[in-house]
């Protein structure tokens, strides 16, 4: 295959700025690393943080984007597990040190060094990208294609979420319905427990979008469901929605933020906690949580909602979203 000398993509410059439809050189393989063909790339609400400067010290110029599909072209140096041709899945989590306290004790997620795509390493909003093989999934052949790219951030931190919620539960409470959550209710389905959807008020269309993938009640997320949840997972970024969730979570139950950026958190009365109730974050992912979900997802099988926007149709895709108007996930395909 002859590979051209420059690519397409869109580029952040500066945090705070829309993103550039640009030209740049083709990224060269290093040792480990892969040349990828970007097939299709899902827009994540994290890249809407990274742009909106919520978080801080990206690489720029950058080309965000970590839910990536995409074909091996060419190999680096020491490449030994994936070959040219290959589909593979490119997350967020790019690289790990190995070596600082939180790698050896098997929290690579928590990694002090860590390097994420699309926010530290370039990343799929663009014809080609490079990624270690290392942090690379194998991809069940069903997702080879731009529905399979949701599962590679909103499927694995979902995945990571729905483990910390713990054992032994049934009814689920999932704040904030959209890429995440969506595949989150077909695990949960699947495993027989009920599933109690909370959306922006007066969003019917979600709140129906939810009962069609077999939520049990979907509502306003001022509403009260009718009946304690055992756990809740919030995935939108509005801390006000912490207080919400614990108010609807029984004794012992645990809410698991499931975003990397989150609005302040209000004050609450001690007595929404009380009772051994949790709050915890879910921080970024391991390759073993990729490894286990992937295998999962297809036997489920797990079917993404889909809305395609081309390339250059980046800033758009990002405002549909910040404007809660996607159903289901947002996906780039390459031309
Ligand atoms: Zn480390
Ligand atoms: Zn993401």
Redesign the pocket.
């Known amino acids: 295959m002859i590979l051209p000398d420059i690519m397409n993509a869109m580029v952040l410059e500066k945090q705070g700025e829309a993103l550039y439809y640009k030209q740049v050189p083709l990224p060269y393989p290093q040792s480990k690393q892969v040349l990828v063909k970007v097939v299709a790339c899902g827009v994540?609400?994290?890249d809407l943080h990274i742009l909106d400067g919520e978080l801080s010290n990206p690489k720029l110029p950058l080309i965000p984007g970590?839910?990536i599909i995409g074909r091996v072209v060419s190999t680096g140096d020491d490449v030994s597990l994936v070959k040219t041709g290959d589909f593979i899945g490119i997350p967020?989590l790019g690289y790990t040190c190995g070596k600082c306290k939180y790698c050896l004790q098997n929290k690579e997620n928590l990694c002090e060094n860590a390097l994420f795509t699309g926010y530290t390493l370039n990343g799929g909003y663009a014809e080609y990208t490079v990624a270690d093989e290392r942090y690379c999934f194998g991809l069940s052949s069903v997702y080879a294609n731009a529905a399979g790219a949701p599962l590679l951030?909103?499927g694995l931190?979902g995945y990571r979420c729905y483990k910390m919620m713990g054992e032994n539960i049934s009814n689920i409470g999932l704040y904030g319905f959209g890429a995440a959550a969506h595949i989150v209710i077909q695990m949960a389905v699947f495993q027989n427990k009920k599933v109690f959807a909370f959306t922006r008020e007066g969003d019917v269309e979600t709140q129906k979008f939810a009962t069609k993938l077999g939520a049990v009640w979907a509502g306003a997320s001022n509403e009260a469901p009718p009946c304690m949840l055992d756990a809740a997972i919030i995935f939108a970024p509005a801390g006000n929605l912490v207080p919400a969730a614990l108010r609807n979570v029984d004794k012992g139950g645990v809410v698991v933020c499931g975003g990397i950026h989150m609005s302040d958190i209000p004050s609450f009365p001690y007595n929404l906690l009380w009772g051994e109730r949790i709050i915890r974050s879910v921080a970024n992912l391991t390759r073993k949580d990729g490894e286990e979900f992937l295998k999962l997802a297809p036997a489920i099988p797990v079917k993404t909602e889909t809305q395609l926007f081309n390339l250059q149709q980046a800033n758009e895709a990002l405002e549909a979203l910040r404007k809660g108007h996607i159903q289901g996930a947002a996906v780039l395909i390459m031309p």
């Open positions: 994540c609400r994290t970590h839910e967020w951030c909103a931190i």
